[in-house]
């Protein structure tokens, strides 16, 4: 499992997700860069995520649904904050009506992903901040951590097949 740890810092108000994957990080960046790689694994297999708007660029946006095993669409947005190319991106993310219209509760979430090479492989750590403890607290409730470590489970396979299709 790619999963190495998810835990949740109620003092510092976080939830951090470390993540190895044995591929160069120059191909796990591409599993954020590219909008289709990201819709393939950026939410839990049984509420898989469409990007209809993905702008990867400082100040870019995202738009995006999870589609529920009923047929329910939940969704969502980032902003863009920061890319430093492969190793670093930061977005604001946060939840959306039916009409794409941005949300205010729960509030949005600041993330910040690193990738680091490890050895021949990737360490990956997704760290989520949140503006105060209901909002971790309602966050948590909804199924976050275990969200998260499902959904960045689904990278490994990814990773197989783009090597398998470049030849490596």
């Not at 954020?32 to 209809?52: G, K, N, S």
Request: aromatic share 10%; with cysteine; hydrophobic share 40%.
């Amino acid at each position: 499992m790619t999963v190495i740890s998810t835990t949740t810092d109620t003092d510092a108000l976080t939830l951090t997700l470390v993540a190895e994957f044995a591929a160069p990080v120059e191909q796990v960046w591409q599993v954020w860069a590219d909008p289709r790689l990201l819709e393939a694994w950026y939410c839990p297999p049984e509420f898989p995520a469409t990007f209809t708007t993905y702008e990867f660029e400082v100040g870019g946006t995202a738009e995006y649904h999870a589609t529920g095993p009923d047929g329910t669409r939940y969704p969502a947005w980032w902003t863009i904050t920061a890319i430093e190319a492969p190793h670093r991106l930061e977005y604001t993310d946060g939840f959306a009506d039916a009409d794409g219209h941005r949300l205010d509760d729960p509030a949005p979430t600041r993330n910040t992903v690193t990738l680091e090479t490890i050895g021949t492989g990737t360490r990956m750590t997704l760290l989520c901040r949140f503006d105060s403890l209901p909002h971790l607290k309602q966050i948590e409730a909804m199924g976050q951590e275990e969200g998260l470590s499902q959904a960045a489970a689904q990278i490994d396979g990814l990773l197989a097949r783009a090597s398998a299709g470049s030849g490596h």
